[in-house]
């Protein structure tokens, strides 16, 4: 089969290599996937830039989408030719869906609604997967108004549709270049986190009082907002990410006198139920149609390396596809 993969940490043009490799068979419990596209996600490539490896060579990428072509022992064999989509495939195993075919156990492979074509479910793993417990996390938000940052990425781009389908009023920061996107999705105010005074901005849309939840993404850029006020009295802030993988400055004055709650979260690690009951939520709008899927990128196998580059400047508009097949 053909493959991208990387044997050592580096640049992605320095490391990333497409050739062949074998056809691994599914044992008990696992099910075979012939790939038609695998996602890319800002995880990928910081794993590939820095993150130790677990085996002498790494097949990249968790999210991807395809059709289940054999199955293992204790997999019932009607789940062949069944359209798929797939989470953490390369979390904690070297081989992911960078490639014709990959392994896993088989509630990693969900199936894929007959409406959703196979560039969107190359988006769910991650992006949408982290939006929609972000969201979850928060509760009965309808009526509440909810700060999404980087609304206009991937991960914020669901987020705020998610939000928005709970009946929340959806206030999100963005770059210029990338706030029609947050408006698309549904956001009722957008700031360009880049020329406004975000605090102030967020203040005087809730009247001083702050929003009753943040789904953030940075949280280098969000801790210094709450200590402007950027959080409601006994508001949640929800983090999945950090531009820093050092210590960040929190205030806990303004945690402890607005009573303010801090949950942080991976989505690679959520426990059992949690995922069940996201995807099931997930499942449910993908089949009704009620989610805006954004491909700003889409690029063969062996233009795997201009891809990670793509992910790395941060610059396109929805997520970055690879097509395999």
């Known amino acids: 089969m053909r493959a991208a993969w990387y044997e050592r940490n580096g640049a992605a043009r320095e490391v990333l290599e497409v050739g062949d490799m074998p056809v691994a068979e599914p044992t008990r419990g ?23 490896l677990t085996a002498p060579r790494i097949i990249p990428h968790s999210d991807g989408a395809g ?35 990959v392994v896993l156990p088989q509630e990693q492979a969900v ?5 959703i074509d196979f560039a969107a479910g190359a988006c769910l793993g991650i992006p949408a997967l982290t939006a929609l417990h972000s969201v ?3 509760g009965d938000i309808a009526g509440r108004t909810i700060l999404v940052t980087g609304a206009g990425s991937a991960v914020g781009h669901y987020a705020v549709q998610f939000a928005k389908a709970r009946g929340a009023r959806v206030i999100g920061t963005a770059s210029d270049q990338k706030s029609a996107h947050a408006r698309q999705a549904g956001a009722d105010f957008v700031i360009d986190y880049r020329g406004k005074d975000v605090a102030r901005v967020v203040k005087e849309l ?22 402007d006020g950027i959080v409601a009295p006994h508001g949640l802030v929800v983090s999945y990410g950090s531009n820093v993988a050092g210590p960040i400055p929190l205030s806990f004055p303004a945690m402890l006198w607005g009573s303010l709650t801090l949950k942080v979260f991976v989505v690679y690690e959520l426990r059992p ?26 690029l063969p196998l062996a233009e795997v390396a201009a891809a990670h580059e793509a992910v790395e400047a941060g610059k396109v508009v929805g997520n970055v596809v690879i097509d395999v097949a």
Do not use: C
Request: aromatic fraction near 6%.
């Open 206 to 227: 809730t009247g001083g009082v702050g929003a009753a939840g943040v789904i953030d993404m940075d949280f280098t850029g969000t801790a210094p907002l709450i200590g």
């Open 30 to 52: 696992e099910v075979r996937v012939r790939m038609a596209t695998s996602g890319v996600n800002p995880s990928d490539v910081k794993g590939r830039r820095g993150r130790p």
């Open 111 to 115: 199936r894929l609604p007959e409406n």
């Open 136 to 138: 979850r996390l928060h």
């Open 273 to 298: 139920e949690e995922r069940r009951a996201a995807i099931g939520e997930l499942t449910g709008m993908l089949a009704a149609g009620r989610l805006r899927h954004s491909i700003g990128l889409r």
């Open 67 to 101: 059709t289940i072509d054999a199955v293992g022992p204790g997999v019932e064999a009607r789940r062949v030719g069944e359209r798929v989509w797939l989470w953490n495939a390369q979390w904690k195993r070297p081989f992911g869906t960078a490639a014709e075919y």
